[in-house]
């Protein structure tokens, strides 16, 4: 009987610890980060997140919290973290949520972090790309109304300069 008691109270303690353990979103890693894409639209090669979530080249403007990324992990996923707030209409969905950039066999867009559904999105900076977890594909161009283009297949990615910046307060 005392041994029974004795794994159930371990049992129990073993439960909540790895519940501690376990965070309820992502991560955000040290560096709030904006990318400026190599040869992109010019005097507007920014990443900029609009009011629906969808990513577009913009000025570049350093302290607009739209175009604004955290490189961070979900449970040892890298992930790219969305700074901006999004409001209804557009986006209710992200009201109160932190968004993160995932593929959702379309596109790159701003999406709940507590989706399970959804590759995410995560930077490279070994060699300046950003690209999908677990998909062979990444930020490859823009169109002729700035929106970001996929490459399918990793042949003709565009690469980014990154910097650093304070994170403006969405």
Known sequence: MKFTTG????????????????PT?????PNTLVFKQNNGVP??????????GEIVNAACALTHADRQLTPGKILGTDVLIVQRAF???????LVGKTACVAFNET???AEDCARNDLLFV????????ILANGAPVCIGGYDSKAFIKL???????????ITAVAPTRP
């Open 7 to 22: 794994l159930a109270l371990l049992s129990a303690v073993a439960t909540s610890t790895a519940q501690i353990l376990v």
């Open 25 to 29: 979103g992502p991560v955000k890693g």
């Open 43 to 52: 005097n507007n090669e920014c990443l900029t997140f609009t009011n629906s």
């Open 87 to 93: 409001a209804a209409p557009l986006r209710g969905d």
């Open 107 to 109: 596109t790159f867009r």
């Open 122 to 129: 995560r930077f490279d900076v070994g060699n300046g790309r």
């Open 151 to 161: 490459d399918i297949g990793l042949q003709k990615c565009s690469q980014f300069t």
